[in-house]
């Protein structure tokens, strides 16, 4: 009944260059290329987004363990800090039987002595607790030397393997004996 009117023109010209019947024909491959690019786009979401799971999974472990080892870094800095607490260092001192040094001396860079040193207080040495090598052994049944004088058999005018200076060993209580501190050689 009605039939379109054809176009005229520049309608005309541009209805010549585009056939009508080949418009179904070349719409599929568009179709299938849309299509595929929206599956792999929505593929491709996928694989990004369980692969930032994965790795917010492993980020959360790693926070895990650090905070882990950050505490036990703090309780082994506070170990150090009661360890090398000035009351720790000197009982752990006196348990290892050291004393309170007296008044040091200082070597100038020309091999000078600055100050008068000073032995420890006598006191310190003989009431001081027993060494640790004294505690762990057991009594020997051997006599103890005296720094007074020459082990008996020995004849008066003989040197003997002790001292004869009561200053450079003492004895200790358990019969361990204990030299005790001597003047530094200026110089050395």
């Known amino acids: 009944m009605s039939s379109k009117p054809a176009p005229r023109g520049r309608a005309a010209r ?26 792999g786009g929505l593929l491709g979401l996928l694989v990004l987004n369980s692969a930032l799971s994965e790795g917010s999974f492993e980020l959360d472990d790693i926070q895990r363990k650090t905070k882990s080892l950050t505490d036990e870094e703090q309780a082994l800095q506070r170990d150090i800090d009661a360890y090398s607490a ?8 006196r348990e290892l039987g050291m004393v309170p ?38 009594p020997s049944t051997a006599p103890a030397t005296t720094p007074s004088g ?3 058999g020995t004849p008066a005018g003989t040197p003997s393997s002790t001292p004869a200076s009561p200053a450079a060993t003492t004895s200790a209580p358990g019969g361990a004996l204990r030299s005790a501190p001597t003047t530094p050689t200026p110089g050395r």
Request: proline content about 15%.
């Open 101 to 138: 040094g007296g008044d040091p001396a200082f070597l100038g860079p020309d091999g000078s002595v600055k100050g008068v040193p000073s032995a420890a207080p006598r006191s310190a040495v003989l009431t001081g607790p027993r060494a640790p090598e004294a505690l762990s052994t057991a």
């Open 150 to 152: 020459p082990p008996a």
């Open 86 to 93: 000035p009351d720790a260092l000197q009982r752990r001192a």
């Open 14 to 39: 541009l209805a010549r260059l585009i056939p009508a019947g080949r418009a179904r024909a070349a719409r599929t491959p568009f179709v299938l290329l849309v299509v595929l690019l929206l599956g």
